[in-house]
């Protein structure tokens, strides 16, 4: 788990409550969060959530954060369909915005070019198993890449989903992608997740 002296370099990751559950965000903008698309929609029912249930709490630790806001509008990959989150096609549209309500004071983090196999990368999430602390996975590898699917040798759970998987860039984290599902490879545990170089920019064009 992550320090709370730790925390503070990472305080625009939080946590995205939906009121049936919860999955983990970042702020690409003061006012605007990346996650996985899955997370906006109801599980026993596949429906798209409405806006005003979504709230997301940046760099939240054992009831403290950083800010708070709810959602305004949810926008998601305009290829994305709910029945297909688990297949090739579903994580590589599995990603969506949220636009808050009210920005919120926390430095957000840039986008990075690209991503390729054989990269470091770390991720920072909350889970099931720790839903008040977040964790960070470091190292993690991408073990490859095809399209917009990374495949990471990193052991993930439920709450995972939407974490931002973080590259360095000289001397800042920037974010690659967004944690989509886990699984299984050859008997070990993987992370699926969705590259932003290749599906942001259908997110942001979506209306």
């Known amino acids: 788990m992550l320090g709370a002296h730790q925390q503070s370099e990472w305080r625009a990751v939080g946590r995205l409550n939906t009121g049936s559950g919860f999955c983990t965000g970042a702020l690409v903008a003061p006012d605007l969060v990346v996650t996985a698309a899955h997370c906006l929609y109801a599980r026993r029912t596949g429906n798209r959530l409405r806006a005003e249930r979504v709230h997301f709490v940046a760099g939240y630790r054992l009831r403290k954060f950083?800010?708070?806001?709810?959602?305004?509008?949810?926008?998601?990959?305009?290829?994305?369909?709910?029945?297909?989150?688990?297949?090739?096609?579903?994580?590589?549209?599995?990603?969506?915005?949220?636009?808050?309500?009210?920005?919120?004071?926390?430095?957000?983090?840039?986008?990075?070019?690209?991503?390729?196999?054989?990269?470091?990368?770390?991720?920072?999430?909350?889970?099931?198993?720790?839903?008040?602390?977040?964790?960070i996975q470091s190292p993690c590898h991408v073990i490859r890449r095809a399209g917009a699917v990374l495949v990471m040798d990193c052991d993930v759970t439920y709450g995972v989903s939407g974490a931002p998987v973080f590259r360095r860039v000289g001397n800042e984290w920037r974010i690659v992608a967004v944690v989509s599902a886990m699984g299984q490879e050859n008997g070990a545990p993987v992370a699926y997740a969705v590259a932003l170089d290749e599906a942001m920019a259908a997110v942001l064009a979506a209306p």
């Open 66 to 135: 950083a800010g708070h806001a709810r959602a305004q509008r949810l926008t998601v990959h305009p290829a994305y369909e709910y029945a297909q989150r688990v297949n090739a096609k579903g994580v590589s549209t599995d990603l969506a915005l949220v636009k808050l309500t009210a920005p919120i004071t926390a430095t957000p983090f840039a986008v990075a070019p690209d991503v390729r196999a054989g990269d470091p990368v770390v991720i920072l999430s909350y889970g099931r198993d720790r839903p008040e602390i977040p964790s």
